[in-house]
């Protein structure tokens, strides 16, 4: 079959088109990499219904992840849902980001820290009318009801020091209500989130005391990244993160002073002066 020269012509054109296409194609198909967060609240405080029916969380946390995100420009979304859930996507999928949660030994080669929410302390609580008979040490705590969230940092911790007795609940909304019934007799907290608590459940702050500390979780609380993620991506939540705390945003979130102004310089693992 012949072709024409006014064929040719359009066969040149149309290929031409295609190759430069296909130089810019890498170009025009490159993505900005979604964040997809992951976090379960232990407190109904940190929590809100929006207009449209959806539980949207209110706490610190957020407050700094939603920080973080804009710092970084990078488009997120954020998922609810327990703490096994969160860190099977965090185990398995890229750019996914956990918080607030827990850094430890174990953990720490498994994951990017992309920074520090806040320090915590945490304590074993009881009701401060049953202050006599409550356990002044982790051996004696051993023999009573604790409340827990299954899966959470605190169950896995409880399981890990051989607690017998764990109640496990959905969230910690009934804690208070099982203790006064004597259907537990312990719950896990930490110091700074026991106060909004007692508050939310319109209750004195001296309600429940806190009587042995769970020295494993009085740690830091941060940040995640999964391992699955380009180490790109860490890198600018990490950059972004360091821009937050140099520049006074991470205080006036959290409240307090970052405990230790992270180097600018940026490891694979994460790992600077404030870790």
Do not use: C
């Not at 827990?148 to 208070?176: C, E, M, Q, T």
């Not at 719950?187 to 209750?203: F, K, R, T």
């Not at 005391?209 to 990490?238: C, I, M, N, Q, W």
């Amino acid at each position: 079959m012949q072709i024409s020269y006014r064929q040719r012509s359009g066969l040149l054109v149309v290929l031409s088109i295609l190759f430069m296409f296909s130089l810019r194609a890498p170009v025009l198909l490159a993505q900005e990499p979604v964040i997809h967060a992951y976090t379960q609240l232990r407190s109904p405080v940190d929590r809100v219904t929006d207009a449209e029916g959806r539980v949207v969380p209110v706490d610190m946390g957020t407050q700094l992840f939603h920080a973080l995100m804009a710092e970084a420009g990078l488009d997120y979304d954020i998922t609810l849902s327990p703490w096994a859930r969160n860190i099977q996507a965090l185990d398995n999928q890229p750019n996914v980001l956990a918080y607030t949660f827990v850094r430890s030994a174990e953990r720490e080669d498994k994951y990017y820290w992309v920074g520090l929410v806040q320090n915590i302390q945490s304590y074993l609580y009881g009701l401060k009318e049953n202050q006599a008979n409550l356990p002044t040490s982790l051996e004696q705590a051993r023999q009573y009801r604790v409340g827990s969230i299954r899966d959470d940092a605190y169950d896995n911790l409880l399981h890990d020091l051989g607690f017998p007795h764990i109640v496990h609940i959905n969230n910690s909304s009934p804690w208070l209500t099982l203790m006064e019934r004597g259907r537990i007799d312990l719950v896990p907290y930490s110091e700074l989130a026991i106060g909004n608590y007692l508050e939310h459940q319109n209750q004195p702050p001296d309600r429940l005391l806190p009587v042995v500390e769970l020295e494993a979780l009085s740690t830091g609380l941060y940040f995640a990244l999964s391992k699955h993620s380009d180490e790109a991506v860490f890198r600018r939540l990490r950059q972004a993160y360091v821009r937050m705390v140099a520049s006074g945003e991470y205080q006036s979130i959290v409240g307090q002073p970052h405990p230790q102004l992270p180097n600018s310089v940026v490891t694979s693992q994460g790992s600077d002066a404030s870790n």
